[in-house]
């Protein structure tokens, strides 16, 4: 199994967002923190077993707790994955849990790293690609993300990086993100309808309402029914989800 790094960075919003944890392959190796990183395979491999190294760079102990988030993941068709920190939970279908947490945290003192982490993915023979967002947070505070990548599974036959650029076609924007009482979504490179959902920190659906580019590329999401926090809007169609992006509200 190959590993590859791609060099391309992405911007999710945060309403804290501190680089106060060094993310690497190796200790002491390059840091990946705000990168895509591509674990290549094929659809036969029985399972993705990847680990990385939490350091704090801070000077400081911190509390940490993790997250992953589905960005691009197909439903329906026996994909699982599970996510390590301190203890691994069981596996989940994709799509049953778009957000998960760990349950645990781990206190890292300043300067040391921890080894914990591993994320795996069991593909099941399905030719295809699944992409998450990890992020490392505050465990007194999940807004307060420390440090982020997305990572991206190649399980297809050939490779994930076509499908990643076709991907981006799918053009989303919030504006105005942090919103107070509303928001505008706008979408494009989208020919069919989709669905569009709000979740929550905690992987509950708060909304859920269908976006067909007929009737126009933007529409308003009314907010001033959530609370100050981070929520993730999933676009997905019949598929599995296209893609997902961070919205803050912020009264």
Excluded at 5 to 20: D, G, I, M, R, Y
Excluded at 137 to 155: G, L, N, R
Aim: some cysteine; aromatic content about 8%; proline content about 5%.
């Amino acid at each position: 199994m190959r590993l590859l790094v791609l060099v391309c960075t992405f911007a999710l919003l945060s309403l804290n967002s501190h680089a106060q944890l060094n993310i690497t392959q190796e200790i002491g190796g390059e840091q990946l923190n705000g990168t895509t990183y591509l674990v290549d395979g094929n659809p036969s491999i029985f399972e993705f077993e990847h680990p990385f190294y939490v350091t704090n760079s801070a000077d400081e102990p911190l509390s940490v707790g993790c997250r992953r988030t589905e960005l691009d993941v197909q439903t329906g068709v026996g994909i699982q994955s599970t996510l390590c920190w301190v203890i691994c939970p069981a596996y989940v279908d994709a799509g049953s849990e778009p957000i998960r947490i760990s349950p645990f945290s781990a206190s890292i003192p300043a300067g040391g790293t921890d080894s914990s982490f591993v994320m795996h993915l069991r593909p099941n023979g399905v030719d295809g690609c699944t992409r998450y967002l990890i992020e490392w947070f505050d465990a007194e505070d999940d807004t307060e993300v420390f440090a982020s990548i997305e990572m991206v599974f190649d399980h297809s036959a050939g490779s994930c990086l076509l499908s990643l650029n076709e991907n981006e076609e799918l053009v989303t924007k919030l504006s105005p993100n942090p919103s107070s009482e509303e928001t505008v979504l706008n979408l494009s490179g989208v020919n069919s309808p989709v669905n569009v959902q709000i979740i929550d920190l905690l992987g509950k659906v708060r909304s859920t309402f269908p976006f067909n580019p007929v009737n126009g590329t933007s529409r308003i999401i009314n907010t001033t029914g959530l609370s100050n926090g981070i929520y993730f809007v999933s676009i997905s169609d019949n598929s599995g989800i296209l893609k997902t992006i961070k919205m803050v509200v912020k009264k």
